[in-house]
């Protein structure tokens, strides 16, 4: 479900999540995913413009992810929609997850363009 | 393990010809007549692995018997193969209508004859064998819900200076969700909502082990001083649980919902770690607690916040949990309807209030289907 759209290796890697929800239903698909596409040191750009609603198991997911990657800086968010913005202010997960209005903006802080 | 076959035919010289065909596989063949002679058993013909009915067969034949006998739940996962001399598809095709699963064309082979029945008896196990796991895991699930409800509340949880009613209902047996009331040497209750992310058996047991904590590490929830226990304020509560149960532990995280009222000093202290607050419904208005604040386990750096207010005579206290506020429907979400609901239901008593929110619950959702575990309660200051 995470489609490869542009890389640099060794520097970043932006993968748009195709599938329009992040829940119980694939979370577990997500993290292996996301595990796959992991490199040292590279910054993962994740483009959830396509998602249009993430619950608890699908933020455990994107926990894991972070956890997984070890430094939050390498890890992006873009394109949130307004009921994932609300729930990581809800969980005050805005505070510890980058993320940036779309993937352009998240390209520009990679250093990309 | 021997198959039983049955095989229905009215001429003995075919049935002689299956018989012989299937002798050297091993397999106990009994015979029948006709289609009424094998309605007739009834009951009796789950005995049997495998039905071989001949098509063409005086007063009843193959096809309606079949039809008879598979409109019987208990014949439903006998395999049933048609012997037939017709070769029309349409025919054929009538007979898997009928319920059957396969057709044999007369003349048959010994061969072919027995690697039809083997193929099938194969599956049919197979098929069987699923139906018995799943039954297991069924009864297993429900026997797990039975325990975790003996952490919840009793039904019949009482306190003197408070009206308390709650409707809790799992998506599956188990849930994510539990709640739990703790009385404090003060006369102030403690009533929290833990829901864990996602929902099912692991999440049920990271529940489970978090209610156990609290519930038997009695230092987590309050403080003891001269032998009495008093409420500790949210915050601390919060940090203290976090670090018990920090993420990594079960790859999980959860969020929490905690009010302590008092009646005595009518107040109301409350505090959240990444849960939706809870309501308040006053003489005046229905409000959402101005509170926020972290999910547990993972570590922030920003701390959990904690708030007081005023909690009078017939005010009330409304936790319910995330899975309710996130319902859809074709109009959106059903949080946006909780201040008009609750405006209308803040006169009710707390058990009407519990009762006709869930009723608005099940009106919105409409035969949809429900994701998460739902959970509401209602405090009354009496």
Not at chain 1, 43 to 54: A, K, Q, R, Y
Not at chain 2, 89 to 111: C, H, N, Q, T, W
Not at chain 2, 131 to 143: D, V, W, Y
Not at chain 2, 155 to 179: C, L, R, T
Request: charge should be negative.
């Amino acid at each position: 479900m995470l489609k490869l759209v542009d890389s640099k290796l060794k520097r970043y890697k932006l993968l748009k999540v195709e599938s329009l929800v992040l829940d119980c239903t694939n979370f577990s698909e997500f993290k292996f995913d996301l595990a796959m596409e992991l490199r040292p040191d590279e910054t993962i750009i994740l483009n959830l413009e396509n998602v249009n609603f993430v619950d608890s198991s699908g933020l455990g997911a994107l926990i894991s992810g972070l956890k997984a990657i070890g430094n939050p800086d390498h890890l992006i968010l873009c394109g949130l929609n307004e009921q994932i913005v609300e729930l990581l202010e809800l969980t005050c997960l805005d505070k510890v997850f980058k993320t940036t209005k779309d993937y352009q903006a998240a390209l520009e802080e990679v250093g990309a363009r | 393990m021997t198959h039983r076959i049955l095989v229905v035919d009215d001429s003995e010289e075919n049935r002689l010809m299956v018989r012989y065909c299937l002798a050297a596989d091993g397999y106990e063949v009994d015979e029948l007549d006709s289609g009424q002679e094998l309605l007739d058993l009834g009951e009796k013909i789950v005995n049997f692995d495998l039905i071989l009915l001949d098509v063409m067969m005086p007063n009843l034949d193959g096809f309606e018997t079949c039809r008879r006998l598979k409109n019987q739940k208990f014949a439903s996962n006998i395999p049933v193969i048609f012997l037939t001399a017709e070769t029309e598809e349409d025919s054929r095709v009538s007979g898997f209508e009928a319920g059957g699963i396969d057709y044999i064309l007369k003349p048959f082979g010994r061969k072919e004859l027995g690697m039809r029945v083997k193929s099938h008896l194969a599956l049919s196990r197979k098929l069987n064998e699923v139906n018995s796991q799943n039954e297991t895991l069924q009864a297993n699930l429900k026997r797990g819900a039975e325990i975790q409800t003996a952490f919840l509340p009793s039904k019949s949880f009482q306190h003197p200076d408070f009206n308390i009613a709650w409707n809790y209902q799992p998506v599956e047996h188990i849930a994510g969700d539990m709640f739990g009331f703790i009385n404090f040497d003060d006369g102030s209750l403690g009533v929290y909502l833990l829901d864990v992310c996602g929902h099912g058996t692991s999440a049920a047991l990271v529940a489970s082990a978090v209610c156990g904590a609290i519930t038997t590490n009695r230092k987590l929830m309050g403080y003891e001083v001269q032998g009495k226990y008093f409420p500790r304020d949210p915050s601390e509560f919060f940090e203290l649980l976090s670090e018990h149960f920090p993420y990594e532990k079960y790859e999980s995280y959860f969020t929490f919902s905690y009010v302590v009222i008092n009646s005595a000093n009518s107040s109301i202290t409350a505090g959240v770690a990444g849960h939706p607050p809870p309501y308040q419904i006053n003489a005046f208005d229905v409000h959402k607690i101005n509170v926020v604040g972290p999910i547990l386990g993972i570590d922030l750096g920003s701390k959990w916040q904690s708030q007081t207010s005023i909690f009078n005579e017939n005010d009330k206290i409304v936790i319910v949990s995330d899975g309710i506020l996130e319902l859809t429907n074709e109009h959106g979400r059903f949080e946006k309807y909780m201040n008009f609901l609750l405006s209308k239901y803040a006169s009710c008593s707390a058990a009407d209030l519990v009762k006709s929110l869930h009723a608005q619950i099940n009106e919105f959702v409409d035969n949809g289907e429900i994701k998460d575990d739902l959970t509401i309660i209602c405090i009354e200051n009496k």
